[in-house]
T-cell receptor
Framework: GENVEQHPSTLSVQEGDSAVIKCTYSDSASNYFPWYKQELGKRPQLIIDIRSNVGEKKDQRIAVTLNKTAKHFSLHITETQPEDSAVYFCAAMSSSASKIIFGSGTRLSIRP | DGGITQSPKYLFRKEGQNVTLSCEQNLNHDAMYWYRQDPGQGLRLIYYSQIVNDFQKGDIAEGYSVSREKKESFPLTVTSAQKNPTAFYLC????????????FGPGTRLLVL
């Protein structure tokens, strides 16, 4: 069945450095890729998403890139800050599907 | 996601007891979802509903039941058949159209006494 693999499972970066989280998906029909941020004990919240008709999208310090050929998409966070510490989930959805497939999550820690 | 509410915030279940978690949305979304999240783990789909009076099993439906009698409401019952129910339960909703994201409620933490 459909699958989304996410790496790494944990990531620690120095404050001010960049963080990159990578995901691969199996369903070639996937065309929508949201990213969620979940702080401890809270709900996942959408931070950015990308559709298959574009290769990159940016929103301030956050960017997402998509390589449809390789079925890869990545989250890039620049100039990391302490409030970026959280668990990040990638996800993929196809136009024919009724549910989103989530990755297993990446726990990002920002070192002061 | 502010239009999705879940109650209670914490719920305690005794052995052999059925408990019901509430999920309500005022976003006029057609689709609603229930996920289970264990500590340090990802999201696992329990049930989902794309339209009133219809729902489908997700990946871990055993021991759970749902109903969708109203568009705004999608309650989840954790039955006594669910032997390890301790987890964080998240409800989500979306327009149901292809490529539309899901918005999550604040969650209910279920603990077994």
């Amino acid at each position: 069945g459909e699958n989304v693999e996410q790496h790494p499972s944990t990531l620690s970066v120095q404050e001010g450095d960049s963080a990159v989280i990578k995901c691969t998906y199996s369903d070639s029909a996937s065309n929508y890729f949201p990213w969620y941020k979940q702080e401890l004990g809270k709900r996942p919240q959408l931070i950015i998403d990308i559709r298959s008709n574009v290769g990159e999208k940016k929103d301030q310090r956050i960017a997402v890139t998509l390589n449809k050929t390789a079925k890869h998409f990545s989250l890039h966070i620049t100039e990391t800050q302490p409030e970026d510490s959280a668990v990040y989930f990638c996800a993929a959805m196809s136009s024919s599907a009724s549910k989103i497939i989530f990755g297993s999550g990446t726990r990002l820690s920002i070192r002061p | 996601d502010g239009g999705i509410t879940q109650s209670p915030k914490y719920l305690f279940r005794k052995e052999g007891q059925n408990v019901t978690l509430s999920c309500e949305q005022n976003l006029n979304h057609d689709a609603m979802y229930w996920y289970r999240q264990d500590p340090g783990q990802g999201l696992r789909l329990i049930y989902y509903s794309q339209i009133v009076n219809d729902f489908q099993k997700g990946d871990i439906a055993e021991g759970y039941s749902v109903s969708r009698e109203k568009k705004e409401s999608f309650p989840l019952t954790v039955t006594s058949a669910q032997k390890n129910p301790t987890a964080f339960y998240l409800c989500a909703s979306s327009t149901g159209l292809a490529g539309q994201t899901q918005y999550f409620g604040p969650g209910t933490r279920l603990l077994v006494l």
